[in-house]
């Protein structure tokens, strides 16, 4: 069982993406903005993050970027999971240091083999 920081300033798709990530069998913890998202992976250390990128203060190609070159968390697996479907959006986020990327909306099977595929990798 993985510990899996969620970070989305949307209430409906934290809940969603939630509840996918616990009938997966993993631990959900939660974060509303790029910034807390950076907070929470300090503080707790998860196994993986999944990253809205459309958010206030710092968004997530932002919070990616400052998580994957800390030093503290550079080890954690960042998902991008958004909006933005645009192959320039895609490589601009493998750029900060995502080592994946969904969009939305996406299938829990979709969010699932993501999970799985980062997990082994």
Same mark, same amino acid.
């Given at each position: ?80 999971? $958004? ?5 320039? =959006? ?5 750029? #900060?240091?995502? /080592? +994946?990327?969904? $969009? ?5 099977? =979709? ?5 799985? #595929?980062?997990? /082994? +990798?």
């Amino acid at each position: 069982m993985a510990r899996i920081l969620i970070v989305d300033d949307s209430p409906s798709q934290l809940m969603g993406i939630r509840r996918i990530v616990e009938k997966l069998g993993h631990e959900a913890l939660t974060a509303e903005d790029g910034a807390a998202g950076v907070e929470a992976a300090k503080r707790e250390l998860p196994d993986m993050i999944l990253m809205d990128v459309v958010m206030p203060n710092l968004n997530g190609f932002q919070a990616t970027r400052s998580i994957t070159r800390d030093p503290t968390t550079s080890h954690i697996p960042v998902v991008l999971v $958004t909006t933005k479907d645009q192959d320039t =959006d895609r490589v601009w986020g493998m750029r #900060q240091g995502a /080592k +994946a990327y969904i $969009t939305k909306p996406f299938s829990e099977g =979709d969010l699932s083999d993501v999970i799985s #595929q980062v997990m /082994k +990798a």
